[in-house]
């Protein structure tokens, strides 16, 4: 890849509820893209080319599955960078931090069930950073909500302009095909059974019975404003089946042409861009081993910067002295022996021994700090019981090596012998435990605490010194020793906000 590569890099996540259709349709655009981690069906064909390459033997040497975490196709001239979001009913920070490495989205929805809470949840990440998302309603292949029922509800739950780019001719049953407002061709489903291969008319009419909604959405909703979706404010709107694959060709061009190249990215006062001369890039997700006899971990780094090649030192920012990385995962080279060079807005997996924590940053020379890498104010809180009492100080390296990566976040209360760990995600809980016992020999339970969230508390020394005094028994440090409020209801944040004017409470913490 040459030097004007920024610009045909398209770095992105899927946001969507459970069984929106995420997985379906991540098959389907590798498959159109002529993917490289090859999906489903074609997978045999792969296989015996990927296991020649340096990620697979790690993969299988150390029982790290990487496969997932990004994967990479390329059409038209466009590669496409395709990060994972964990897929459960629940959420982990991993989710969210994702999608600070991400310059846009495409928010799935269930055409028959709409804005579902966990899209909501991650639409108000991506809002935080101002990720532009392209909107993808799936399954219109089955019996959907009314058009502008959904059109509506995205629009005012989300508080977002909606511009439909297509027009689904007919949901379910009924269903004729795709009206495409830009060129007015209708992309049908072929054949009797109305199987969705898909064929263009492009003289289409549409049919009488629906062509006044077809003109009541093009004209009642905003007209595509490229800025205002790059900014967050505007999302166009594409409809599809990914289980029939339909509609998914019409949402990888939108992705190639609006969707932003690599963004500047902030450090500090500065914004560095993808032309800055170095190589930077920042840590995203630690994946540690599954194996528990080997401690290796893989830290994702979002690329932001330079022309990265094999072998390169590059300084972490928590470690202070630069390591060779000489068996980077590239993930974007068609074939993977030979790729050895990224850009700005690849991802690079770095296989260490713990050396990088989610959050650091990575540069030749050690002078950028990006910022911006949050954490979430915990929504679930637990006190740590240990089963053995002799074993306190393996807990505590335990809880400061699991929130180093990021699978939970550890407070220490001001008052009170007992560690506190908080997550967003039930989830997360059981990992923990599971992993104490299995990797630390650590057997510990998890009791109720009688918090309900956390806020990190800035100000003055003396207003701080204030509050402590009378707040003593619902403070904590967390590993970085910043003050931490553990509130014991949501009202009670807000009571002390209002009883602190010069105190801020803040539900996030940039590292
Ligand atoms: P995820 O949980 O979001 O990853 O959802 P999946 O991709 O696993 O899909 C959930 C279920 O919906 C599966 O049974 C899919 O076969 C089905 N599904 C996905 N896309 C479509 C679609 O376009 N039409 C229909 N009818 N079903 C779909």
Redesign the pocket.
Known sequence: MTSNSKSNRRTFAII???????????EKLLLQGGAIHLAGEVKARGQARRARSDWMKIEQQRGISVTSSVMTFERDGITFNLLDTP?HEDFSEDTYRTLTAVDSAIM?IDAAKGIEPQTRKLFEVCRLRSVPIITFV?????EGRPLFELLDEIADMLALDVSPQMYPVGMGGQFEGILDYATGAIARPEGPSKEFKGKRDENAVVPEQFAEEAELARIGYPEFDLEAYRNGDLTPVYF?????N?GVTELIDAIAKFAPPPRPQPAGEEQISPDHDEVTGFIFKVQANMDPNHRDRIAFMRQVSGTFKRGMKLTPSGLGKPIAIHSPILFFAQDRELADTAEAGDIIGIPNHGTLRVGDTLSENNKIRFTGLPNFAPEILRRVQLKDPTKTKQLRKALDDLSEEGVIQVFYPELGANHIVGVVGQLQLEVLISRLSAEYKVEAALEAAPFATARWVKGSDEALQQFENFNRANLAKDRDGDMVFLAKSPWDVGYQEEKNPDLKFSATKER
């Open positions: 969507s509820h459970p069984d929106a259709g995420k997985t379906t349709l991540t897929g799935v799936n399954k219109v292949d089955r599809g089946s990914a289980l029939k339909f």
